[in-house]
């Protein structure tokens, strides 16, 4: 098995990861509206992050076989695999925009995949890691006080998503850098970056998290999604020397397939979001409908579709 076939493999399974824990995220908020970044007292909050670790574990070993402009792109397969997911598990049916968007980004990311080439990435000095820790650690920073100063919850969730989906992004990227370093012995020296992945990695959960207060699933999600890639994919060609296959042509055509699979992204958006309008008590996290209202048990909790494994 060739290493870009096993980075394939990986990141497939590290997406399905990433999915559930998505779903499982996204009732925890519901259910919990006051707690926003970590509902710690709710077991399936921990689920969620087991399932992130999880996922974060095979996207690592991921990174070590393949370059980031291919495991990167990879990982907008989470919300192609939370659609059959969350009807599966939470009986929320995905409409045909959904599915002719699920198709996009599959056709998308398959372009990307054909046109990844296989060659070594170079190394990245240490004080250029640390500089980019920095420069991201001040981005998502600013996007975390922008989100602050919002009152609209679709407007926050998107910005607490963009920063969510940078971070894991450099995360990835900062993974990448050791995962190059490693086979030569890790140095010591290292541990600045390890600590700053290790802080990417944990504001991507938490901000990922308080996304998702509000705003359902599927609009954070896929802005994370989308981020993601974009972010780590810049940094790959740029700072690690990556490149798609025959030159000029091949990166235009990739950029092609990129915007073919962001456009799947956003019909995947578009369709969820009509969905919650037209039942917003299942497929947001508004308040909870008044004593004696459809839905709810006359105590004041909203009981119109959190499984009971989940509340």
């Known amino acids: 098995m060739s290493a870009l076939v096993l980075a394939v493999l990986l990141s497939l399974v590290s997406a399905v990861a990433y999915a559930a824990a998505a779903i499982v995220?996204?009732?925890?908020?519901?259910?919990?509206?006051?707690?926003?970044?970590?509902?710690?007292?709710?077991?399936?909050?921990w689920g969620s992050v087991t399932l992130n670790g999880l996922g974060a574990t095979l996207h690592v070993a991921a990174l070590a076989y393949g370059?980031?402009?291919?495991?990167q792109p990879m990982g907008a397969l989470t919300i192609v695999f939370a659609l059959p997911m969350s009807a599966l598990f939470i009986h929320r049916r995905a409409g045909a925009a959904a599915w002719r968007g699920a198709v996009m980004a599959t056709v998308g990311l398959a372009g990307l995949l054909a046109l990844t080439s296989g060659a070594d990435a170079r190394g990245v000095a240490m004080g250029a890691r640390l500089i980019l820790a920095a420069s991201g650690f001040a981005a998502v920073a600013a996007l975390f006080v922008a989100s602050r100063a919002l009152h609209r919850a679709a407007t926050r969730s998107v910005l607490l998503a963009t920063a969510a989906g940078a971070a894991?992004?450099?995360a990835s990227v900062l993974t990448k850098s050791v995962a190059e370093d490693w086979q030569s012995g890790l140095p010591l020296g290292e541990l600045p970056v390890l600590l700053a992945t290790a802080g990417f990695a944990t504001a991507g959960l938490l901000l990922s998290q308080a996304s998702y207060r509000g705003a359902g699933l599927a609009a954070p999600l896929a802005t994370v999604t989308v981020v993601n890639p974009v972010v780590a994919a810049a940094v790959g060609l740029t700072l690690f020397g990556e490149s798609f296959r025959y030159g000029p042509a091949?990166?235009?055509?990739a950029?092609?397939?990129?915007?073919?699979a962001a456009g799947g992204l956003i019909l995947l958006t578009t369709e969820r979001l009509a969905a919650a309008r037209r039942s917003p008590l299942v497929m947001t996290s508004g308040p909870a409908p008044a004593p004696g209202a459809a839905?709810?048990?006359?105590?004041?909790?909203?009981?119109?579709?959190?499984?009971p494994a989940l509340r």
Request: zero cysteines; proline letters at 10%.
């Open 25 to 45: 995220q996204e009732r925890v908020a519901a259910s919990a509206p006051t707690s926003a970044y970590a509902p710690v007292r709710r077991p399936a909050w």
């Open 67 to 71: 370059p980031l402009t291919l495991v």
């Open 168 to 170: 894991f992004a450099l």
């Open 250 to 253: 091949g990166t235009a055509i």
């Open 255 to 260: 950029l092609g397939f990129g915007v073919v």
């Open 295 to 307: 839905g709810s048990r006359g105590d004041g909790r909203d009981q119109t579709a959190t499984p």
